[in-house]
């Protein structure tokens, strides 16, 4: 697989993940967040595990545990979305999440001993000012917890991507592609016996949000994003993460009539343009034309 080819994967599949924040909000009116995440990564799981039956039959033992530990990781990044978008914006929420694209090339820096680009330190300073206007409340700058909950599940889906390019290195991608789905069901289910006391959902509204969810952000979304990354690199892969709030703050505003501030829309811009910055340097768009 080529490399284009390979982030094309990553850029379908975040762009389908990022319409889970409208969905998740509509199941979580009466399922709790680790409920939700249980019923629809197992059923995620079991779709493709149908689908690649004969593939996965090849699995080793390592392949299993670097699938559980991908896994969560994964889960305790959902676990702090969907906790911090019980009380928070979809729009919002989809914004502070994608700071982990500024995240990722430092974390990737410390894993492997080398020292972040200056482009990466640039965009991770308009990030944090973009960041900034879009929690100024009152005047002053605070987070809510909300917020806080949701920025702790980008330093988490952060270290989940450096995890994922690790063990995709010299495993079969598929393999954890469909295994890692298991295991964040898995783990959300420990955690909705626990902490939440398991239901099952009752109406047919929160049913169909997570057979989409099911389906479409985990059968394919979460899927597809291992085998993309085992041909780029995590800071790519990180980059492509700005595609995900596009989906997510066009469905906030159709479906559930949220709406940015000026300040709000400000730190968005900033947000987009720290992401997009490197790659437009990189391609020579600020460059003096002859």
Known sequence: MTQGKAEAL???GLTLRGTSLLFSKLAMRTVGPFTLCGIRFLISFAVVALIFHKQI???????????????????????????????????T????????????????????????????????????????????????????????????????YAVTVITMDVVTANDNP??????????????????????????????????????????????IGFTIQ?????????????LYTATNPIAAVILGVLFLGERFTAMGIVGCLLILFS????SAVQNGLFRKKN
């Open 10 to 12: 990553i850029a379908l």
């Open 57 to 91: 039959k090849s699995a080793t033992k390592k392949e299993i545990l670097h699938s559980a530990a991908v896994g969560f990781f994964y889960f305790v990044c959902m676990a702090f979305e969907l906790l911090g978008l019980q009380t928070t914006p979809s729009s």
């Open 93 to 156: 929420t989809a914004f502070i999440e994608n700071t982990s694209v500024v995240i990722v090339p430092i974390l990737a820096a410390i894993v492997y001993r080398r020292l972040p680009k200056r482009m990466d330190i640039i965009s991770a300073l308009i990030a944090m000012v973009g960041i900034s206007f879009m929690t100024l409340k009152g005047g002053h700058l605070g987070f809510t917890t909300g917020e806080l909950l949701v920025f702790g599940g980008a330093v988490s």
């Open 174 to 219: 598929l393999i954890i592609g469909v295994f890692h789905l298991f295991f964040i069901g898995f783990f959300s289910m420990i955690a909705s016996i626990f902490v939440e006391g398991f239901t099952m959902p009752s109406s047919p509204s929160e049913w169909g949000a997570i057979l989409y969810l099911a389906l479409v952000c985990g059968a």
């Open 226 to 238: 291992p085998i993309g990354q085992k041909y780029t690199t995590p800071e790519r892969t990180g």
């Open 275 to 278: 992401i997009f910055l490197p």
